[in-house]
């Protein structure tokens, strides 16, 4: 008798440097659905993908940057200047502060490495295959997946009405001091308040993990009321 280790039971696991993974649907996993492995790596870039209901043996990630080579290690947090190694140089996931519909338009503010393009997707959670919790993995927060993709920003462009510099912290620890965001993307059909969605982040083709995922508001409208003040004479 024996036992078996490090089984592979990922949609697709890449080892190596300046791969693509764009327009495919995966899904229905026993782990990951994209382990990107095989220590510093660089270029591999995954785009425009439909990944959701992963993790059907143990919770796991849509995409998943394994700084320990095997089949998954859980989200890799956003560090401070993102100076890290790793598969895809371990790049820091974008952090979505707010999202809100305006007239035809979702959008959406936030954090990114300078320069980063930015992939939206709305999450297995909203689309129903998948339920809250299932890619938190010890963490406050689920990470993605994003099961379908809505649009691409490039942080820093003219469409990136925000050239602002801020540092965030969040509850799982999640932390830098970067580029901020506000973008905007054709409102998808069917999207409304409260729906969820999630973002990755790509630098020189090298694609980050799933962003925490972010709930859809009302926008908020502050308005200058003037006020009359009536003074008695005594």
Known sequence: TGTVS???NSGIRLHGDNSTISN???HTNGGAGVVMAGGNTSGNLISQNSIYANGTVADALGIDLDDSDQEGDGPTLNENGDGDNGPNGLINFPIIQTAFVSGTNLVIIGWSRPGATLEFFMTDINEGTATVGDNQIGLTQDYGEGQLYIGTAIEGSGGDSD????????????TDNTNRFQVSVPLPTGVTIGDQITATASLSNSTSEFSPQSIIKVATIITNRRITYRVNKN
């Open 6 to 8: 490090d089984t592979e």
């Open 24 to 26: 495919n649907i995966i």
């Open 163 to 174: 050239g602002s510099t801020s540092s965030y912290t969040d509850a799982d620890g999640n």
